[in-house]
């Protein structure tokens, strides 16, 4: 064995430490795979005096990003430093010197992935980015590789690990939101200032490097409808299981003959989905395919040693091209012309609860709203409201637009008996539309 294979890193925080340990411990295995030795050469960090991890020679330490990245014998980067400006002019950097490059970048890839990935097809070159998305769950390499034969109708993701935790924990123990986060925010789950997660925005990236991947067509960050999850309650989780639900944090992606819908917002998803027994931190995305239909990916979604797991199997697919001579080689054209859905054509299935007069006629006003946009009911029941006079109405549509639940809550919104819209939710899980 005469090849070796040199790798540069630029960070080596949590994740890069995961990745150095890897390479380290596993380094006779990665041998016998390859045919070639794998050697970590240089990383580039912004202190060196800084307590890290992973036990490596500290001069291989650098603070100069360009002593890694203008090295000629250094054939693979890997990128770990989190970010988005600086990552984007590194990996540019290193893609336009043909080095092949390794990221776990989800931010970076939701916003410049197109651009970046045929710059480097047009050298000759490999990027690869399976971390930045889902943590330890091969699921970028599952969609290029495994189901590419297959035409994919349908991606749902549990993709954040903290909503799903504060989720678990108001439905398990009837905690509050704020104490579910707080809890989250004291195990390293959530960030003291969460509003990525929780508004939505961090599922959001995921779900359109995915939806991507999936449909073989240019889906970016503002093609991704996100709503947020601070206004859920308890009392909402309960309702939800009462109806043969629960409530998910969940990322989704749809195809049909009119185009394509890419979302993320807190929706009622079945109690008999499989994703709705997916628990605290982790992650699933499911999949349905036309040939192979119901596939689910389960794992955990972060994390050092998980999220490295799916950098070293990158470097392992990079290093590999590279012997054999076909860096450069993936076909990263997309198949389908972009072509999104208007809201007129996004049909799913909506929960209402509505806080109404309790007075004769209001039954019929409500369909009477419903009905002319077209919205038939499914389940209806009605409750007593807290004061004397008032009533709460309960119920889930049938499938309907987009554009029509939208007339039917400005309507609800102007109407003189419905005193307040308590909480709406996207319904998934039940009946095709």
Not at 6 to 32: C, K, Y
Not at 120 to 138: F, K, Q, R
Request: aromatic share 6%; net charge negative; hydrophobic share 40%.
């Amino acid at each position: 064995m005469t090849k070796e294979i040199n790798i540069g890193m630029l960070g080596f925080g949590t994740v890069g430490s995961g990745v150095a340990t890897m390479i380290r411990e596993n380094e006779q295995q990665l041998s016998q795979k390859l045919g070639a030795k794998v050697k970590i050469k240089k990383i580039a960090v912004r202190d060196l005096d800084k307590h890290r991890a992973a036990d490596l020679n500290g001069s291989i330490l650098t603070t100069d990003i360009n002593e890694v990245l203008e090295d000629a014998t250094i054939d693979v980067i890997v990128e770990v430093m989190g970010g988005i400006e600086g990552a984007h002019e590194a990996i540019e950097q290193a893609l336009q010197s043909k080095k092949a490059v390794v990221t776990a970048n989800k931010d970076l890839m939701a916003l410049h992935g197109h651009k970046l990935l045929k710059l480097a097809g047009d050298n000759a070159t490999d990027l690869y980015y399976e971390a930045s998305v889902a943590g330890g769950i091969p699921i970028i390499r599952t969609l290029e590789d495994g189901l590419a034969s297959d035409r994919i109708s349908t991606i749902m993701g549990i993709v954040n690990g903290t909503t799903n935790y504060i989720l678990t924990k108001m439905k398990e123990e009837n905690w509050s939101y704020d104490e579910a986060l707080k809890k989250a925010q004291e195990l390293g789950f959530a960030e003291s200032d969460p509003t990525s997660d929780v508004e939505g925005l961090d599922a959001a990236r995921k779900m359109a490097i995915l939806a991507t991947l999936a449909f073989s067509m240019e889906v970016f960050l503002d093609d991704v409808e996100v709503r947020g999850m601070t206004s859920i309650t308890t009392e909402d989780i309960e309702l939800a299981e009462q109806f043969g639900y629960h409530v998910k944090m969940l990322g989704y992606a749809e195809r049909d003959e009119d185009g394509v819908e890419v979302g993320v917002e807190p929706v009622f998803l079945k109690s008999s989905h499989p994703m709705a027994s997916v628990r605290n931190e982790y992650n699933a995305v499911y999949v349905y395919g036309d040939a192979v239909g119901e596939t689910m990916f389960y794992g955990p979604g972060a994390g050092s040693m998980p999220t490295a797991t799916s950098v070293v199997s990158d470097v392992i697919a990079a290093c590999r091209n590279l012997l054999l001579g076909v860096a450069g080689s993936r076909n990263i054209d997309y198949v389908n012309e972009r072509k999104l859905k208007s809201q007129d054509q996004q049909k799913a299935q909506f929960f209402h609860r509505l806080l109404v007069k309790d007075e004769v006629g209001v039954f019929s006003e409500l369909t009477s709203i419903y009905g002319r946009y077209g919205a038939s009911l499914g389940s209806i029941i009605q409750r007593p409201g807290e004061k004397a006079g008032e009533a709460e109405v309960i119920l889930i549509t049938h499938p309907v637009s987009r554009k029509n639940h939208n007339g039917i809550i400005d309507e609800l919104n102007q109407s003189s008996f419905v005193q307040k819209i308590i909480s709406q939710y996207r319904v998934e899980g039940g009946e095709p539309r």
